[in-house]
C-alpha cells in the first residue's frame, strides 16, 4: 500500500512529466491524478504498468564524481606521477602552461587530505619550477564534487592566469617533460613496440662483420 507521502511524491512527479509532455488534454489528466486517493493511485500505476522504483529518490544513483572515474580510469588523463594514496596529472582547461593537480586515491574531503599529497604537490612543484622556469608557482587546495584536490598553478611574468582549452600535442609534450622518472622508467620495461624475435637477431648477428684474431 502506497503511504500518504508516497503519494504526494509520485502524483507530483507525474504531472510534472505530463506537462513537459506534447500529450493532449493533458490538463484534464493533471486533474485527474490529482483526484487519485492512495489505492487508487496504485491502481493507476499498475494500469499503465509504472513501477514505484521509479520514483524511489533513495536508489537514484548520484553521478560519480569525476575525479574517482579518472583515478579508476574510466576517464582518460595525462598523468604524470603516482603514488599508493595519490596521483598527479594535467589540468585539460589550465590556467597557466604547466597546471596541474593532485588527487587522493581515496574519495576524501578538504581536512582529511593525506600528506603524502601533500608531498608530492612540493616534489612536482619543484620538478615544474626547473622545466618549465615560471617566475612562481601557486599551490591551493580545493575540492570538486566532495573530492580534495591540490592545484598547483605556475605563474609567469607578464603573463596573466586564463583558463583555456589545452590540445592534446601540448599535454602529451608536458606529459613528457613533467612526468617522474619511475612512470618514465616504467614505460621503458614495457614498450609499446614489440621486441625484435630471436630469428631477427640471429640474422642482424650473421650481418655483423666477422672478427678475425690472430695467434702471434
Same mark, same amino acid.
Given at each position: 500500500?502506497?503511504?500518504?507521502?508516497?503519494?504526494?511524491?509520485?502524483?507530483?512527479?507525474?504531472?510534472?512529466?505530463?506537462?513537459?509532455?506534447?500529450?493532449?488534454?493533458?490538463?484534464?489528466?493533471?486533474?485527474?491524478?490529482?483526484?487519485? /486517493?492512495?489505492?487508487?493511485?496504485?491502481?493507476?500505476?499498475? #494500469?499503465?504498468? +509504472?513501477?514505484?522504483?521509479?520514483?524511489? &529518490?533513495?536508489?537514484?544513483?548520484?553521478?560519480?564524481?569525476?575525479?574517482?572515474?579518472?583515478?579508476?580510469?574510466?576517464?582518460?588523463?595525462?598523468?604524470?606521477?603516482?603514488?599508493?594514496?595519490?596521483?598527479?596529472?594535467?589540468?585539460?582547461?589550465?590556467?597557466?602552461?604547466?597546471?596541474?593537480?593532485?588527487?587522493?586515491?581515496?574519495?576524501?574531503?578538504?581536512?582529511?587530505?593525506?600528506? &603524502?599529497?601533500?608531498?608530492?604537490? #612540493?616534489?612536482?612543484?619543484? =620538478?615544474?619550477?626547473?622545466?618549465?622556469?615560471?617566475?612562481? +608557482?601557486?599551490?591551493?587546495?580545493? &575540492?570538486?564534487?566532495?573530492?580534495?584536490?591540490?592545484?598547483?598553478?605556475?605563474?609567469?611574468? /607578464?603573463?596573466?592566469?586564463?583558463?583555456? @582549452?589545452?590540445?592534446?600535442?601540448? $599535454?602529451?609534450? $608536458?606529459?613528457?617533460?613533467?612526468?617522474? @622518472?619511475? =612512470?618514465?622508467? =616504467?614505460?621503458?620495461?614495457?614498450?609499446?613496440?614489440?621486441?625484435?624475435?630471436?630469428?631477427?637477431?640471429?640474422?642482424?648477428?650473421?650481418?655483423?662483420?666477422?672478427?678475425?684474431? =690472430?695467434?702471434?
Amino acid at each position: 500500500m502506497i503511504s500518504k507521502e508516497q503519494s504526494e511524491n509520485i502524483k507530483k512527479s507525474l504531472m510534472e512529466q505530463i506537462e513537459k509532455s506534447n500529450q493532449p488534454d493533458k490538463e484534464k489528466i493533471i486533474e485527474y491524478i490529482k483526484s487519485l /486517493d492512495e489505492p487508487n493511485l496504485e491502481q493507476f500505476l499498475k #494500469q499503465n504498468k +509504472i513501477e514505484l522504483s521509479e520514483f524511489d &529518490s533513495e536508489k537514484k544513483s548520484e553521478p560519480e564524481c569525476i575525479f574517482c572515474s579518472i583515478i579508476n580510469e574510466k576517464i582518460p588523463s595525462y598523468k604524470i606521477a603516482e603514488t599508493k594514496k595519490a596521483i598527479t596529472i594535467l589540468e585539460i582547461n589550465p590556467l597557466s602552461k604547466g597546471h596541474s593537480l593532485v588527487l587522493p586515491s581515496e574519495h576524501l574531503a578538504i581536512e582529511k587530505m593525506p600528506k &603524502s599529497a601533500l608531498s608530492l604537490a #612540493q616534489k612536482l612543484a619543484k =620538478r615544474i619550477k626547473k622545466k618549465l622556469k615560471p617566475e612562481d +608557482i601557486k599551490i591551493e587546495t580545493s &575540492s570538486l564534487m566532495g573530492h580534495a584536490m591540490i592545484n598547483i598553478v605556475p605563474l609567469y611574468k /607578464d603573463i596573466s592566469t586564463k583558463k583555456i @582549452k589545452e590540445t592534446e600535442e601540448n $599535454l602529451k609534450k $608536458l606529459q613528457l617533460k613533467l612526468e617522474s @622518472k619511475t =612512470r618514465a622508467q =616504467r614505460k621503458k620495461q614495457n614498450p609499446e613496440k614489440p621486441g625484435k624475435t630471436e630469428e631477427e637477431l640471429k640474422k642482424e648477428l650473421s650481418n655483423l662483420p666477422k672478427i678475425s684474431f =690472430r695467434i702471434p
